[in-house]
């Protein structure tokens, strides 16, 4: 297990507890101080937010788009946490940022998903970082690579970050529909079992892309038991100069939290017998995961016959035919027992590339 997991903060260490779910909100681009204010003022009177979120250098697709409005943000900043007492978080991609929010008292760092990808930048970032206590939220990297997300998040651990966060905004992908950037669920899934003290919270603004399927992927977030949401928040969402289609006025943002369907509170309150159902429950399917582990094994024994066998009779190993069959019998079988097509395709191509390996 990677030594990071050792000595990370829970986000209760950093983070004012609010009501559940826990929220950082605010827009995705500081655009003026009223702007700034405005948002920040009716953000604070939501009981989960917890943190102000606001870009002030935006990293664009394109030359030319509008890139931020930088330091000259600073001032709104400090005014939106004086008057609302919410913590600030702001992007940081270079050196000077860092400096900048430093000496201004940011609260909050985060680490962009285009900054992620780059071990260069992550290590120039991490060394400005060497003996700072401020928190840092690390994005995925835009392409679907756990281990470049892991080394990340290593990398400001070896400087001494401890106040350390994942943050889920999906991957970025030629087609990505519905989603903006798909969300791959298991990879931060793989995240937490991996590190299991570090939080994660999700960003469903960057996953949806558009304000029609952020209840669903904020809802998703909460029944994956993500750690809070980090989601985009505008006065005036169809004015905003940055991602326009996903933010939503705080007043949209408190309807979207008043429609989750929140898990039930006080799991201690639960009756014991539940408790022993579950456990029940949980035996019986240790009992099939097992009696699957050996029937996988001996299938994989077979193969491996099937494979020595090929060889013998200068067959080639991927027997096309054979696979369209196998694919269809046990589509066909899998569907009319109730596992959706889905799962199966998933299934059956490890089961055969693993039989195409050891053969
Ligand atoms: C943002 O949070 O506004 C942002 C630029 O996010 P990401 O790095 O996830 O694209
Ligand atoms: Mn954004």
Redo the contacts with the bound molecule.
Sequence with gaps: MPEIIKKIRPISDYLPSGSFPLIISGP??AESEEQVLETARELAKLPQVVAF?C?LW??RTRPGDFEGRGEEGMEWLKKAKLETGLPVAV?VALPQHIELCLKNDIDIL???????VNPFSVHEIAEVLKGVDIPVLV??P?NPDLLLWIGALERLYQQGIRKLAA?H??FSAYNSKPFR?LPIWEIPIELRRLLPGLPVLA?P??ISGNRKMLPHVAQTAINLSFDGL?I?SHIHPEKAL??RNQQVSPRELEILIGNLDLPKKGKEERTEDLGFRIEDLRSRIDELDEEILDLMASRMEIVRKIGAQKKELGMDTLQLERWRQVVEDRLKKGTSKGLSRHFLMKLLHAIHEESLRIQ
């Design positions: 995705c681009s979120r870009g935006k990293p992007e985060w680490i962009g998903s285009r900054t992620v994005k995925n835009v943050v905004r999906g950037n960003d603004s960057h980090m985009e940055t991602d």
